[in-house]
């Protein structure tokens, strides 16, 4: 026996364990039933419970009427309690049904304040950006009116300079110091600004100059340059036509006295239109001198 317990496995021998225990459990299950006699308890007076009256339509009842009486009755008196109970349960589940609507609502504020405090923050973030651009097209602004006044005003200096040279030049020129009178006006068309009006007298008084001084080809350039700037006055037009009698072209000096007194006709243009009769007179004795040559 001893050899064929040692070659059991384990769960042979838990089986056995099991059963005997489980044997043990159940005999003293049967034991305790069968062997001993209930014990009967003394009924107290207050107890005992009064016999109930049957009526002879009770008694004349059969035993299931009777019996689904009693289970009525016990029914009706349970449900009562069963009912507050289900209303307790009832206001508990709307409670809590309550308080997670409140909870819901509480979460879904937040986020609304989430969301409206990143669209708060965004639109700041570009109402921001949209000042400081403003801001800075404004200073910008305020930089180029600056820089622009101080050119302005440098210019300015500039062109008062260059009239107060060519005053310098007409008092040579009164002086017939024709050379110093050049180098004024030509220091005056340094300093004005291209195409400034005042450069149309400069270069008629340096023409002037130049043809007294005998530079005929310098007077020219310097009368063609007068007409470019302001082409509707005459006196560039007679300054050119005194040029070319310099360098004894009188027929083309000629049809410029003529081309005068056709274009300007105003009473503004007398003076020029006088000079440009002279002119013509003096052409025709040089075109008729050559004539008798």
Same mark, same amino acid.
């Given at each position: 026996?001893?050899?064929?317990?040692?070659?059991?496995?384990?769960?042979?021998?838990?089986?056995?364990?099991?059963?005997?225990?489980?044997?043990?459990?159940?005999?003293?299950?049967?034991?305790?039933?069968?062997?001993? @006699? !209930?014990?009967?308890?003394?009924?107290?007076?207050? =107890?005992? +419970?009064?016999?109930?009256?049957? %009526? &002879? #339509? $009770? *008694?004349? @009842? !059969?035993?299931?009427?009777?019996?689904?009486?009693? =289970?009525? +009755?016990?029914?009706?008196?349970? %449900? &009562? #309690? $069963? *009912?507050? @109970?289900?209303?307790?349960?009832?206001?508990?589940?709307? =409670?809590?049904?309550?308080?997670?609507?409140?909870?819901?609502?509480?979460?879904?504020?937040?986020?609304?304040?989430?969301?409206?405090?990143? =669209?708060?923050?965004?639109?700041?973030?570009?109402?921001?950006?949209?000042?400081?651009?403003?801001?800075?097209?404004?200073?910008?602004?305020?930089?180029?009116?600056?820089?622009?006044?101080?050119?302005?005003?440098?210019?300015?200096?500039?062109?008062?300079?260059?009239?107060?040279?060519?005053?310098?030049?007409?008092?040579?020129?009164?002086?017939?110091?024709?050379?110093?009178?050049?180098?004024?006006?030509?220091?005056?068309?340094?300093?004005?600004?291209?195409?400034?009006?005042?450069?149309?007298?400069?270069?008629?008084?340096?023409?002037?100059?130049?043809?007294?001084?005998?530079?005929?080809?310098?007077?020219?350039?310097?009368?063609?340059?007068?007409?470019?700037?302001?082409?509707?006055?005459?006196?560039?037009?007679?300054?050119?036509?005194?040029?070319?009698?310099?360098?004894?072209?009188?027929?083309?000096?000629?049809?410029?006295?003529?081309?005068?007194?056709?274009?300007?006709?105003?009473?503004?243009?007398?003076?020029?239109?006088?000079?440009?009769?002279?002119?013509?007179?003096?052409?025709?004795?040089?075109?008729?001198?050559?004539?008798?040559?």
């Amino acid at each position: 026996m001893i050899s064929d317990f040692t070659e059991w496995g384990i769960s042979e021998v838990i089986t056995v364990v099991v059963t005997i225990v489980f044997l043990y459990v159940m005999s003293k299950d049967f034991m305790g039933g069968k062997g001993k @006699k !209930p014990v009967k308890k003394p009924v107290s007076v207050q =107890e005992q +419970k009064p016999e109930e009256k049957t %009526t &002879p #339509k $009770e *008694e004349n @009842k !059969p035993a299931e009427q009777k019996e689904q009486s009693e =289970e009525s +009755k016990e029914v009706k008196s349970e %449900t &009562p #309690k $069963e *009912e507050e @109970k289900k209303d307790e349960l009832d206001d508990l589940l709307d =409670e809590a049904f309550d308080r997670m609507d409140t909870e819901e609502n509480i979460v879904d504020q937040a986020w609304d304040n989430v969301h409206y405090g990143r =669209e708060v923050s965004i639109k700041v973030n570009v109402l921001d950006q949209i000042k400081e651009s403003h801001m800075k097209a404004v200073r910008e602004a305020k930089e180029r009116e600056a820089a622009a006044a101080s050119e302005k005003t440098a210019e300015e200096r500039r062109i008062e300079q260059a009239i107060n040279i060519r005053k310098e030049g007409n008092l040579c020129f009164n002086k017939k110091n024709y050379k110093a009178a050049i180098q004024h006006y030509s220091r005056a068309v340094r300093l004005f600004p291209p195409g400034h009006i005042e450069l149309y007298l400069v270069y008629a008084n340096r023409s002037v100059a130049n043809r007294e001084d005998g530079n005929i080809k310098e007077a020219l350039k310097d009368a063609e340059s007068c007409i470019k700037i302001n082409p509707a006055a005459a006196k560039g037009h007679l300054h050119k036509a005194a040029a070319l009698e310099g360098d004894s072209d009188w027929g083309t000096a000629k049809s410029i006295y003529q081309h005068i007194l056709s274009k300007f006709t105003s009473s503004d243009d007398l003076q020029a239109r006088s000079a440009a009769n002279i002119g013509i007179s003096r052409c025709d004795e040089k075109l008729d001198e050559l004539l008798d040559y």
